[in-house]
């Protein structure tokens, strides 16, 4: 896979001595969706800032599409576009204008088609003479997704996309990723909403006190790190294990009302193993009366992960 | 490479800007130098020594030119670079593939073109109280370009500089304002009793002033090359300035 972005001993220091980010080593491939994934102050907007030129890194390079960008930067950031976490915008200007404005700005030649596709695509065409102030939230934050768009970038990033948005504008942004994915824009996205990395993501970062603490293929990272959790509610408490089943994940819980499983990596193994449990529970006659399954999902690998974190630091 | 489109991008939405406020960007100046041809032209002009040959009305509209163009020009341009800094919007400036060279032509420009608007307002409503010529125009015309692309870039670096409206604010009031009124905008420095004539000297506005007079009417308080060389040496030191903010990102980047 080419890499269209490497990053490689990024490191931030603030002013104020505060290390936003703690030798980041990163390379995002052509056309992946890649979701960073953080608590609040984990330095994901710095990373982006760092790449988009809104911050200075204090050490490290950065590369995309081949060029340093400490020093070649104009070819590179003609291709990059950035939609911000905060909404900030000229509340004056036109819609429309507004998105001409950033085409122009980013070099490009005025195309009235163009931005008209654009705003149609995120339902905006209807509001394109209005003034920015005179947006809902969501409406806003759109203009920005089509300010971003606007030069027709290979490269986006999204920092934090649908903070502040409804179900169904959530829903809608997922579309529009979609049709970006379609047309080969690679994304870079940070999001507090684990199951928005979890549907849209191919690979996902968890990033924390300025740490890349893992990066993986979503899947993998699932597979990997994934559990099956089912807890058995037994008609009759058990004082110990039985032979029968010690051979699985399980123990008693709950004074011996209740058994355990722990297992299975992700990827459907335990849910099986849940199963092939229950069958020898009958068999051994033992008699349970409900069972609770729950796959973890990237949310609690990520509580996982900055637990471990947390007891690390 | 220098992007002339995203120059022209950034000018002519400065340019909108601007002309969102027209009617009071037009008023305030036609306002405020009439109030001012009433007050010093009318009342205080006939008691007023003779100044060279030059009528007392003629002779304070370089100055009162000199006086709005300081303060416009210097306002607008550290307001242009300020704002966005102040709303954020300044992200999408620091992430396009623009430098030095198209955000001063885009924003410097731009103020430039609002001070060469604002002046020949200023003329023409002067030319409704005196009757005046201009000696050299096309002089007059480069220098009120200079002092407007100086003072631009002036307002730049204080909008960069300032991280607060209070700030923003206090230069203009402490300095340029005191300064140009004593600068000898409503009087000719000569005028002065001694040692003061020789301690306004001091004062860089005079040779603003004074230059543009001369231009006006061929004879000023200094030497017309002393104006021009100040003024070039005024501007010289901006640019070196903001080429230094430019290579460290100092306040713009963080
Ligand atoms: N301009 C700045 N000056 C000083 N410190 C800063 C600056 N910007 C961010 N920080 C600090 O750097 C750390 C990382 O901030 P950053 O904005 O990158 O976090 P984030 O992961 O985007 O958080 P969130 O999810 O809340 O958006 C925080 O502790 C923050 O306080
Ligand atoms: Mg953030």
Redo the contacts between chains.
Sequence with gaps: MDPILELSGLSKV?PGGLKALDDVDLTIRKGEIFALLGPNGAGKTTLI?AV?????PTSGTIRAFGHDMASD???A??R?G?V?Q?L???M?EPVR?AVS??R??????PDPARIEEILRSLSLWDKRDERIMALSGGMKRRVLIA?ALAHEPDLLFLDEPTAGVDVELRKGMWAIIDEMRGRGVTIILTTHYIEEAEMMADRVGIINRGKLLMVDEKDAMMARLGRTEAHITLAKPLASLPPEIAHFPVELEAGGTSLCYRGGDGTGKGKAEVAALTKALIVSGIDYTGIDTRESSLEDIFVSLLGEGEGAA | MISWRSTWSIYTRELMRFLRTAFQSVLAPVLTTSLYFIVFGAAIGGRMPDLGGVDYGAFIIPGLLMLTLLGETTSNSSFGIYMPRFTGTIYELLSAPVGVAETLLGFVGAAMTKSLILATIILVTARLFVDYSIAHPLLALVYIMLVAAAFSLFGFILGIWADNFEKLGIIPMLFLTPLTFLGGTFYSIKMLPKPWDTIALANPIVYLVSGLRWTFYGKADVDIGLSFAITLGFLAACIAVIAYIFRTGWRLRA
């Design positions: 603030y800032g988009c030129g809104i911050v200075r930067w104009r070819q950031r003609s990059i950035l911000p905060e900030a915008t000229d004056f204008r404005y950033s122009g700005l980013f070099g490009l030649a300010k």
